[in-house]
């Protein structure tokens, strides 16, 4: 039986999952990271690219170390665009599909804005349209759009999440990374193909970068410092307390649980330190 991946559809992934397809062991599914979680929770599949925050809502958890979508300051493809300035927001609407996101933008936005208020926009609708028709004074945005709009010559005004928590914590942020449902095993072979998709995904770093601005007709330069400095697909020893500040803080405003400890699997097979 196959090993059933899911992946989100997103430039930021490709360095970590080019060439998955590929693997004969593997059946290879992209989608949100919203809809990832809903279907890792329901066992139709094994192990997704998804949010971070999932490892501290639900038990039985285990991920891959060494392999993770993280930033270590700014990063474009996750925003908070701004029609007031922040400490006058009043209320931000939030992307639905990213939970992790949500969570940073509030962890970071609480911090600066005393009664803040947070809203997800219905699945379907436009971040900047619902933000707009109800007077919210930003609205979070993730993914390809918010690289596209944020490198776009008439950009809004921006929050970024990602460059504030490496402010306050000094730590870098993890996005997502790739996360094994409760009861699957990972064989050495399995690893394996994960760490050959990373090794694949650097190698190439410099022709998605030209292959993202050509499709979405931006410069060159800042698609190639977005995948290349912006994004840190292994954060090394700094993985585990980075995902473990993130789970208290977010834990401190109700966002996920505090008691939650995953084990992490290290590409090469077997446990990691914990």
């Known amino acids: 039986m196959r090993l059933r991946v899911g992946t989100v559809p997103y430039l930021v992934a490709r ?4 060439g998955l397809e ?7 599914s992209r989608e949100v990271p919203a809809r990832l979680v809903e279907r890792l929770r329901k066992g139709t599949l094994d192990v997704a690219l998804v949010s971070s ?7 039985g958890y285990s991920y891959l170390a060494g ?25 931000v609407t939030l992307d639905p599909a990213s939970r ?3 969570a940073l933008a509030q962890v970071v936005l609480a911090r600066r804005e005393a ?3 947070f809203r997800e926009a219905p699945p379907g609708r436009d971040p900047r349209r619902e933000a707009e028709e109800t007077d919210a004074g930003g609205w979070l945005r993730i993914g390809d759009k918010a690289l596209v709009e944020a490198l776009s010559p008439d950009a809004p005004p921006c929050f970024n999440p990602s460059e504030a928590w490496a402010a306050d914590t000094g730590l870098p942020f993890v996005f997502a990374l790739w996360i094994v449902r409760p009861g699957v095993q990972l064989t ?3 690893l394996a193909a994960f760490a050959r998709a990373r090794e694949h995904g650097r190698a190439a770093i410099d022709h998605l970068a030209m292959e993202a601005a050509r499709d979405w007709a931006l410069p060159l330069e800042p698609c190639r410092r977005y995948l290349a400095e912006e994004c840190l697909y292994d954060p090394g020893t700094a993985l585990e307390p980075a995902l473990l500040r993130f789970r208290d803080e977010s834990a401190r405003l109700g966002l996920c649980r505090s008691d939650l400890r995953p084990q992490a699997l290290a590409l090469e ?3 990691c330190r914990r």
């Open 115 to 117: 009664g803040i208020e």
């Open 15 to 18: 360095p970590l999952n080019l």
């Open 100 to 102: 992790t996101s949500q």
């Open 188 to 190: 050495s072979e399995r």
């Open 67 to 91: 392999s993770a979508i993280a930033g270590r300051g700014y990063v474009a493809s996750v925003q908070v665009f701004l029609r007031r300035p922040v400490g006058a927001l009043g209320r």
């Open 269 to 271: 097979g077997g446990p």
């Open 53 to 59: 925050i999932e490892l501290f809502r639900r038990e």
């Open 22 to 28: 590929a693997e004969p062991d593997l059946e290879v």
